[in-house]
C-alpha cells in the first residue's frame, strides 16, 4: 500500500485554503520553474528529493511547502508533475489571464514594456500609457503608447486586470486613484511613495533602492566577520 508523500499533518485540517506563509509563498514559484522545465524533457513523475534537488531547497522543506496545497504525492511514486504544476500555477492564479498595462513610459516603463519574459510567466503587457506628447503615439516594441487622458477607456478595451506604476512620486497616488476607480485590483508600484488604497486592492512595491541597503548590510557583515577586519579598518 502507497501512503501520502507528505507529513501526517500535510491533509485535511492543514489542507488548502488556509494561509500560506509569504516564505513558502515565495519558494513556490521556484517548484513552478523547476515541474515546467521537467514537463518541456516529457518527465511524468518526479520524487520530492529531485524535485528539491532542481529548486535547490532540502526535500523536508518542500514537502511542508507543497503541503500547503493539499495532499497529493504518493511515498515510493513521487509527484505528477502535470498535476502538481497546474496546482501551483492555480494557487497563485496564473490559469487566469493577467493583462497589465504599463503606467508611464519613461526609462523604466520602456524597458518593462520591451522585456519578452513576462509573458512566458502568463503576464501580458497590453498596454502603456505617458503623458508627455513627445511619448505618446511611439512605439515600444510591439505597443504604441495610449495618452493618460485614455486610461480609463483603455483599460477596458484591453481589458486590463492589473497595473505597473512607473511614474514620478508625486503623480502616483492620482493615477492609483484613477486606476482603482476604473476596476484594478493589482497593482505593482515603483514610485517611491506609499499609496493609499482600498482593502480590496492589492499594491506591492518594488525598491531597488531598499534591497541594495539590505545586500550593503550583508556584506558589511560579511567583511566584518573576517578575521583581521578590524585592524584593517582602523588603517
Ligand atoms: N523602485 C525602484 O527600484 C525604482 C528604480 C528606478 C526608478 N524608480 C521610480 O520609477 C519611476 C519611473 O522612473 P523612470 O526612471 O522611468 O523615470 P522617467 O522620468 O524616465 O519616466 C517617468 C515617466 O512618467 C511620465 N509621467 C509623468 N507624469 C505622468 C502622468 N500624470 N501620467 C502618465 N505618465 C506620466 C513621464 O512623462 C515619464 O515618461 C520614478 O518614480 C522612479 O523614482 C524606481
Given at each position: 500500500?502507497?501512503?501520502p508523500?507528505?507529513p501526517?499533518t500535510?491533509?485535511?485540517a492543514?489542507?488548502p485554503g488556509?494561509e ?13 520553474r523547476?515541474l515546467?522545465a ?10 520530492s528529493?529531485?524535485l528539491?534537488e ?17 495532499s497529493?504525492?504518493?511515498?515510493g ?8 504544476s497546474h496546482?501551483i500555477?492555480?494557487?497563485l ?8 498595462a504599463?503606467v508611464g513610459?519613461?526609462?523604466l ?10 509573458t512566458?510567466?502568463?503576464?501580458e503587457?497590453v498596454?502603456?500609457?505617458?503623458a508627455d506628447?513627445?511619448i505618446?503615439?511611439?512605439q515600444?516594441?510591439?505597443l504604441?503608447?495610449?495618452h493618460?487622458d485614455?486610461l480609463e477607456t483603455?483599460?477596458?478595451?484591453t481589458?486590463?486586470n492589473?497595473?505597473?506604476?512607473s511614474?514620478?512620486a ?7 486613484d ?5 476596476g484594478?485590483?493589482?497593482?505593482l508600484s515603483?514610485?517611491p511613495?506609499v499609496?493609499?488604497?482600498p482593502?480590496h ?10 534591497e ?16 583581521g577586519?578590524r585592524a584593517r579598518?582602523?588603517?
Open positions: 500500500m502507497t501512503t508523500d507528505f501526517e500535510a491533509s485535511g492543514e489542507g488556509r500560506i506563509p509569504p516564505a513558502s509563498l515565495a519558494r513556490l514559484p521556484i517548484y513552478l523547476a515546467n521537467m514537463l518541456a524533457d516529457s518527465v511524468e513523475r518526479v520524487s528529493e529531485e528539491a532542481a529548486a535547490g531547497v532540502k526535500s523536508a522543506m518542500l514537502r511542508k511547502d507543497l503541503s500547503y496545497l493539499g497529493f504525492g504518493t511515498r511514486v513521487g509527484y505528477d508533475v502535470q498535476f502538481v496546482k500555477s492555480a494557487l492564479g496564473l490559469t487566469q489571464e493577467w493583462r497589465v504599463i513610459a519613461g526609462n516603463g520602456r524597458a518593462l514594456a520591451r522585456y519578452s519574459g513576462f512566458t510567466r502568463g503576464f503587457v498596454a502603456l500609457f505617458d506628447q513627445g505618446v503615439g511611439t515600444v516594441g510591439w504604441t503608447v495610449s493618460v485614455d483603455e483599460l477596458k478595451r481589458g486590463t492589473m497595473a505597473v506604476l511614474v514620478p508625486v503623480v502616483a497616488q492620482e493615477l492609483c484613477r486606476l482603482v476607480a476604473a484594478v485590483t493589482s497593482i515603483f514610485a511613495v499609496l493609499q488604497v482593502a486592492v492589492q499594491v506591492r512595491k518594488v525598491d531597488m533602492g531598499t541594495l541597503q539590505i545586500l550593503a548590510y550583508h556584506a558589511q557583515r560579511a567583511q566584518e566577520a573576517e578575521p577586519s579598518s582602523a588603517q
